[in-house]
Protein backbone atom coordinates (compact mmCIF):
# COMPACT_ATOMS: atom_id res chain seq x y z
CA UNK A 1 0.00 0.00 0.00
CA UNK A 2 0.79 3.40 -1.04
CA UNK A 3 0.19 6.55 0.82
CA UNK A 4 0.38 10.30 -1.14
CA UNK A 5 -0.30 12.95 0.88
CA UNK A 6 -0.87 16.58 0.07
CA UNK A 7 -2.29 19.86 0.58
CA UNK A 8 -0.23 21.35 3.30
CA UNK A 9 1.20 24.60 3.02
CA UNK A 10 1.49 28.16 4.72
CA UNK A 11 -1.44 29.62 6.12
CA UNK A 12 -2.86 32.48 8.47
CA UNK A 13 -4.31 31.44 12.05
CA UNK A 14 -8.18 31.05 11.52
CA UNK A 15 -8.16 30.37 7.73
CA UNK A 16 -8.59 26.72 6.50
CA UNK A 17 -6.65 23.92 4.74
CA UNK A 18 -7.80 20.54 3.17
CA UNK A 19 -5.72 17.52 3.20
CA UNK A 20 -5.74 14.78 0.56
CA UNK A 21 -4.64 11.20 1.12
CA UNK A 22 -4.58 8.90 -1.91
CA UNK A 23 -4.02 5.68 -1.36
CA UNK A 24 -2.94 2.78 -4.07
CA UNK A 25 -4.05 -0.64 -2.71
CA UNK A 26 -3.56 -3.99 -4.35
CA UNK A 27 -6.79 -4.88 -6.92
CA UNK A 28 -7.64 -7.63 -5.27
CA UNK A 29 -7.99 -5.82 -1.66
CA UNK A 30 -10.57 -2.65 -1.28
CA UNK A 31 -9.92 0.39 -0.21
CA UNK A 32 -13.02 0.39 2.10
CA UNK A 33 -11.80 -2.41 3.98
CA UNK A 34 -9.01 -0.03 5.39
CA UNK A 35 -9.16 2.26 8.60
CA UNK A 36 -7.27 5.57 7.77
CA UNK A 37 -5.99 8.12 10.15
CA UNK A 38 -4.09 11.23 10.36
CA UNK A 39 -1.05 12.04 12.45
CA UNK A 40 0.89 15.10 12.89
CA UNK A 41 4.57 15.56 14.22
CA UNK A 42 5.58 19.18 15.56
CA UNK A 43 8.98 20.15 15.62
CA UNK A 44 10.86 18.69 18.58
CA UNK A 45 7.86 16.97 19.58
CA UNK A 46 6.85 13.22 19.51
CA UNK A 47 4.23 12.40 16.65
CA UNK A 48 0.77 12.34 17.88
CA UNK A 49 -3.25 11.24 16.52
CA UNK A 50 -4.86 13.60 14.93
CA UNK A 51 -7.77 11.93 13.41
CA UNK A 52 -9.10 8.52 12.41
CA UNK A 53 -11.78 7.28 10.19
CA UNK A 54 -12.98 3.55 9.85
CA UNK A 55 -14.02 1.38 7.29
CA UNK A 56 -18.07 2.84 8.51
CA UNK A 57 -16.71 6.10 7.78
CA UNK A 58 -17.13 6.91 11.80
CA UNK A 59 -15.02 9.74 12.58
CA UNK A 60 -13.03 9.77 15.58
CA UNK A 61 -10.62 12.88 16.40
CA UNK A 62 -7.75 13.65 19.02
CA UNK A 63 -9.25 16.40 21.65
CA UNK A 64 -7.42 19.30 20.30
CA UNK A 65 -8.57 19.13 16.88
CA UNK A 66 -12.54 17.81 18.32
CA UNK A 67 -15.21 20.32 16.31
CA UNK A 68 -12.57 22.29 14.04
CA UNK A 69 -11.25 19.20 11.73
CA UNK A 70 -13.66 17.09 9.77
CA UNK A 71 -11.82 13.78 8.29
CA UNK A 72 -13.90 12.16 5.40
CA UNK A 73 -13.52 9.11 2.82
CA UNK A 74 -14.06 8.88 -0.63
CA UNK A 75 -13.83 5.16 -1.24
CA UNK A 76 -14.48 5.80 -5.09
CA UNK A 77 -11.42 7.28 -5.20
CA UNK A 78 -9.35 5.94 -2.50
CA UNK A 79 -8.46 8.82 -0.53
CA UNK A 80 -8.75 10.58 2.68
CA UNK A 81 -9.35 13.93 3.61
CA UNK A 82 -8.98 16.14 6.27
CA UNK A 83 -10.61 19.25 6.81
CA UNK A 84 -9.05 21.45 9.19
CA UNK A 85 -10.97 24.99 10.02
CA UNK A 86 -9.72 27.62 12.18
CA UNK A 87 -6.23 26.77 12.32
CA UNK A 88 -3.93 28.27 15.11
CA UNK A 89 0.06 28.25 15.37
CA UNK A 90 0.33 24.87 17.51
CA UNK A 91 -1.46 23.19 14.44
CA UNK A 92 1.73 23.82 12.84
CA UNK A 93 3.24 20.07 12.08
CA UNK A 94 3.86 17.59 9.30
CA UNK A 95 0.98 15.78 8.70
CA UNK A 96 0.92 11.94 7.98
CA UNK A 97 -1.64 9.78 6.60
CA UNK A 98 -1.72 6.06 7.68
CA UNK A 99 -3.23 2.82 6.66
CA UNK A 100 -4.48 -0.68 7.98
CA UNK A 101 -6.82 -3.29 7.72
CA UNK A 102 -5.95 -4.54 11.57
CA UNK A 103 -6.82 -1.38 13.55
CA UNK A 104 -9.23 -2.27 16.33
CA UNK A 105 -11.38 0.82 18.15
CA UNK A 106 -9.62 1.30 21.20
CA UNK A 107 -6.28 1.65 19.29
CA UNK A 108 -7.20 4.02 16.62
CA UNK A 109 -5.09 6.72 18.36
CA UNK A 110 -1.90 4.44 18.27
CA UNK A 111 0.93 4.68 15.20
CA UNK A 112 1.94 0.67 16.27
CA UNK A 113 -1.51 0.38 14.70
CA UNK A 114 -0.53 1.55 11.47
CA UNK A 115 1.54 -0.47 8.76
CA UNK A 116 1.26 1.72 6.33
CA UNK A 117 2.70 5.55 6.02
CA UNK A 118 2.04 8.46 3.64
CA UNK A 119 5.66 10.96 3.04
CA UNK A 120 3.75 13.71 5.24
CA UNK A 121 2.27 17.41 4.01
CA UNK A 122 4.10 20.45 6.00
CA UNK A 123 0.99 22.59 7.58
CA UNK A 124 2.40 26.12 8.71
CA UNK A 125 0.00 28.46 10.48
CA UNK A 126 1.55 32.08 11.86
CA UNK A 127 0.43 33.83 13.91
Known amino acids: VQLQASGGGLVQAGDSLRLSCVAS???????????MSWFRQAPGKQREFVSA???????FYSDSVKGRFAISRDNAKNTVYLQMNSLKPEDTAVYYC???????????????????WGQGTLVTVSS
Open 53 to 59: INRDSRP
Open 25 to 35: VPSVVSFRRYV
Open 98 to 116: AADQQVITSSYSSDYSYGY
